[in-house]
Structures are given as C-alpha cells and as structure tokens.
C-alpha cells in the first residue's frame, strides 16, 4: 500500500518571492480540500520541491484522487512508498511496487532522479541496482516482468531525496493551472448555458478567485431557472476552494423599460450594455478587476464583433473571454470534463431568451446605441436593479443568502 501522495506542482515561470506565495497557498488549498474530503485530518507535508500527503487506509485513495484532483495548481499526484536511503531497502521496496503496481506482470523501465547530490549512486546506476534487483527476485526470463527501454508501458520512479527515498509507478493527473487565490480577483457573467460555466472555470484554473454574477427577469424567468444557476454555482465552488459567490440581479425593470423604449433590434445590444455595467459595479464592489463571460465570436447575434465593440464600450474594465476562440463542441466537451453539462442543459429559460427580439442587430452602431440609452435613466434603473439583488454562497453542500 502507498503510504503517501507525492504531489507534483508546476514550476515553470515560478521564481523567488512569487515561488513562495504559490506553494503556500497550494499547501492551503490542498488542506482545504482534504478538510472537505470528509476524512480524518492528517497533516500536510512539504519538502523542496514537493508537497507530501499521508494515506491513512488504500479505502482512502478514490476519495483523494477525487478531491486533490480539482486543486488547481497541481501537476501530478503520485501514490508513493516512502523506505530508508539505502540501496538495500529501495530494492526490496522497489520489487513491491512493481508487484502491487502490475500483480500480473508488464514491460517497465526504472526511472531514477537523485536530489541528495551526496547518494552514493548516480541516476542511471541507482535504475540498474534496482532493475537487476528485480530481475534477481524474479528471474530474468521468467517472462513476468520485462525490461523496455524505449516504450515502456510502465515507469518505475525511484527519487532519492534529502529526507527519504521514494518510490512509484504511475500517477493521477493534477488539475494543472495555478492554485486558486494567486491570480486576484474578478466576476464572471454566470447565465445557464454551457458557455459561461466553463469561462468561470477557466479563470480559476488560472487561479484567480470568481464571483459569479447573474441576471434574472423574475417573474418571466422561474425559480427553476435561479435554482440551475446556483446549482452550477455550487458544481463550480468545488473547483474554488469550496466556495463561489453569486450576485443575483434583478434585471427584470431594466429589460422592461429597454423593451418600451428602444427599437426591438437594439433590445438585446442595450441589454448587454446593462449588464457589463452592472458586472462592473459589482467587481469593484468586490475588489474584482477583471470582468469574465463565456463569449465566442461568431456563436450569437449578440457575439459579432460589431457586437461586441458596441457592448464593450460602456467599461473600461478588461472583460476577459476565455472561449473566444473555442467552437461549441469543444466548450461542451470541457463541460462534461468539469461537471457542469448536465445542469446546464436543463431546459429553464434565461433573461436573454425572455425578451428576444426576432431579427437582433447583428452589426449595431455605436453612435445609434448610444442615442437610444439617452431616453433611459441608466443610473437610476441600475440603482434599483442593485438594490433588489440577492446574493448567495454557493458550496458544494448548498446555497445560502448572504
Ligand atoms: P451561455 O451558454 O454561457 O449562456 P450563450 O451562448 O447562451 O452563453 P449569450 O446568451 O449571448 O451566449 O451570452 C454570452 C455571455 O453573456 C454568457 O456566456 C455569459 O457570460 C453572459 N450572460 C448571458 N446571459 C446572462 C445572464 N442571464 N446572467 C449573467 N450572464 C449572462
Ligand atoms: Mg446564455
């Protein structure tokens, strides 16, 4: 049985004091989400360059892939025995690990890395030491274990470290990404779709901590459709350290006074206007300096670029569009990956859907947008959208008001 995770983080473009704030809040992360695991505590080690995790039971082991596997920042997770630095007892342990790894035998390779520059041995011998080792034990021709150099299908890892040797074969993918709380803050434009779940997760996983903020036209939008979206909410706060926010406006005035008073085919183009203006208030209500929704160029109407130069220009704030370059059948299958796909094709109706207009402005000017919105008193409508709002703490438990 492995007694402990070894987990592989990222190092690329981590250097000095950012290196630092990068771990500690990875080790922070990865304690938080043993804590939701719902196991016994146990404490989180770290040695250069890794970061430990102590297996209590192999019972243990499908609920840590789980947890650990949606903390962000995390390259790789690697169930490893621990043994004494000393040629004798990485051997015997080594021929366990292949024994437990492949019960029925397989073509593998030893692997050696050695961070104690003082180990006696160098890589490449201590890998012979431990494969001629195995092959002893075994017999070479038994045919049970076979070397192979070039295409292995398995590696043997040993890592000779300043405290301990370990040894592995095979390992969990990480999350990738930075961990959550590293990248500052900003909101994400959270609707029911497919797209928006998966831009929210994009931004986390570069590791930056959402809000999630979501329009509704109560009473023409049901609870159903507030309830999907603070389900979404709560599938994503398992990627974020257990916890998403979300501002629920109430824009059912706004998309009424719209409605009376500009041209149908500008409706949804100053309805978008409303909404990045609003999403800025909120983000920097909270400290957000960056504004995320789930566009595409080219997927919507209200996604031409036409559109999107007209919308964009009420904030000056960077509104970041992670899908931008992604076709639909990519952007689903990233939904599926993450959890979120099966919530959001629930068929509830989104504001957007609400007031549709038949024929919307597919290329809308700038100068005629902005002659419309002069007859609305913009401030005062999104006042009052503000004060009507309600906000939630989504996790994965459950949503409550806030
Ligand atoms: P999605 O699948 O995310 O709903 P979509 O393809 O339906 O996207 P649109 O309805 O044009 O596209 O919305 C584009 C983006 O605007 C969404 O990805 C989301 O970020 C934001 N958005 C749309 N409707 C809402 C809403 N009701 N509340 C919050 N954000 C919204
Ligand atoms: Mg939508």
Redesign the pocket.
């Known amino acids: 049985m492995s007694q402990l995770l070894m987990i592989k983080y990222g190092e690329l473009g981590l250097k000095g004091k950012n290196k630092n704030l990068f771990i500690n809040r990875l080790v922070q992360n990865i304690q938080q989400a043993l804590a939701a695991s719902g196991l016994p505590e146990r404490q989180v080690q770290t040695t250069r360059g890794r970061i430990m995790v102590p297996v209590l039971a192999e019972a243990e082991m499908p609920t840590l892939r789980e947890h650990l596997g949606r903390v962000f920042g995390i390259y790789a997770i690697c169930p490893v025995q621990r043994t004494t630095k000393e040629l004798p007892a990485i051997q015997r342990t080594a021929l366990s690990v292949l024994q437990e790894s492949l019960p029925n035998g397989g073509e593998f390779k030893v692997e050696s890395r050695r961070s104690d520059k003082s180990f006696p041995l160098l890589s490449p011998q201590i890998s012979q030491a431990v494969a001629g080792y195995i092959f002893d034990q075994t017999g070479e021709h038994s045919e049970l274990y076979r070397a192979q150099m070039r295409h292995p299908e398995h590696i043997l890892q040993v890592e000779v470290r300043d405290e301990a040797a370990y040894v592995y074969c095979g390992s969990w993918p990480g999350a990738k990404g930075m961990p959550v709380g590293t990248g500052g803050r900003a909101v ?12 929210a997760w994009l931004a986390m996983k570069r590791g930056v901590t959402v809000e ?6 109560f009473p023409f ?1 049901s609870e159903r459709a507030q309830e999907k ?1 603070l389900d979404l909410a709560r599938e994503l706060a398992r990627w974020q350290n257990g916890q998403l926010k979300v501002h629920c ?1 109430h ?1 059912t005035e706004i998309q009424k006074a719209i409605h009376a008073a500009c041209p149908e085919e500008y409706g ?1 183009t100053i309805m ?1 206007r409303f ?1 990045f203006r609003l ?1 800025e208030r909120v983000a920097r209500s909270s400290a957000g300096l960056a504004i ?5 160029v080219g ?5 031409t670029l036409e559109s999107m130069y007209v919308i964009n220009e009420v904030t000056r704030m960077p509104v970041l569009r992670p ?1 931008v370059g992604f076709d ?1 059948e990519e ?1 689903m299958a990233r939904a599926k990956q993450l959890g979120t796909y099966e919530t ?1 094709i629930r068929p509830y109706e ?4 609400v007031f549709l207009p038949a024929h919307p402005k597919i290329k809308p000017r700038l100068a005629e947008a902005q002659a419309m919105e002069e007859k609305l008193p913009i401030k005062q409508l999104m006042d009052e959208a503000l004060a009507a709002s309600k906000t939630w703490l989504a996790t994965p438990k459950g949503v409550e008001e806030i």
């Open positions: 994400v434009m959270l609707s029911g779709g497919i797209d928006s779940p998966v831009a999630a903020v979501h329009f509704e036209s939008t979206v406006i824009f949804i978008r909404m999403a995320y929704t789930g566009e595409s997927q919507v109407a209200s996604q899908l639909k952007i959001s989104d504001c957007c859907t």
